[in-house]
């Protein structure tokens, strides 16, 4: 089905990558740690650890804007 074209697609789809589930956030987290859940996309919870990922950047970003600030 990878190299399968089908109608009114032009660029053949690319083999899934490879997916492991798993019980909860937690042990998604044990497993395959914080950047391979959200940026290798390892297990069903990729969108949740990239929002995860995304509050932390936001966090340090605010953090760093507050020092700069009160210099």
């Known amino acids: 089905m990878a190299d ?14 490879e997916f492991t589930e798993v019980g909860s956030f937690g042990e998604a987290l044990r497993t395959h740690g914080l950047f391979g859940t ?8 990729g969108p949740v ?3 995860v990922l995304l509050f932390i950047v936001a966090a340090i ?6 020092v700069l600030r009160s210099s």
């Open 38 to 45: 959200a940026v290798d996309d390892r297990n069903q919870y």
């Open 4 to 17: 399968e074209i089908r109608e009114h697609e032009r660029i053949p789809r690319r083999p899934a990558p």
């Open 61 to 66: 970003t605010s953090l760093g804007l507050l």
């Open 49 to 51: 650890g990239m929002m």
